[in-house]
């Protein structure tokens, strides 16, 4: 399988570039085709819509990809997004905190 992503649904990731650099938040969605990350509550865009039917239309607001080369996966011990080595175990691949060697993945 092609690993494109460092980072995957429900991980908790830092921004670490662009506007909204900094925050963290939960990872909804991966692009694996152009390697970009939808994360819940960050790089929010209004989009206007038409009232059908069913909605009442008006300003929706959604979160729009972000490069996932600009998110880190986030490591609670250091407080911060880190780079991540992968450590083989018997079960699964492991990502690690590079800096402090806290396993990231659960
Ligand atoms: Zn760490």
Redo the contacts with the bound molecule.
């Keep these: 399988m092609l690993e494109v992503c460092h980072v995957k649904k429900k991980d908790l990731v830092q921004v670490m570039t662009g506007k909204e650099r900094g925050k963290t938040g939960k990872v909804l969605r991966v692009h694996h085709k152009s390697s970009r990350v939808v994360v819940e509550k960050l790089n929010i865009i209004k989009r206007h819509t038409r009232p059908t039917g069913k909605t009442p239309g008006g300003i929706v607001e959604k979160e729009a990809p972000i490069a996932a080369s600009n998110v880190l996966l986030y490591?609670?011990?250091?407080g911060k997004g880190?780079r991540t080595v992968v450590k083989k175990s018997e079960k699964a691949k492991l990502r690690h905190?590079?800096?402090?060697?806290?396993a990231l993945d659960k």
């Design positions: 490591c609670e011990k250091c880190r905190c590079r800096k402090c060697n806290t």
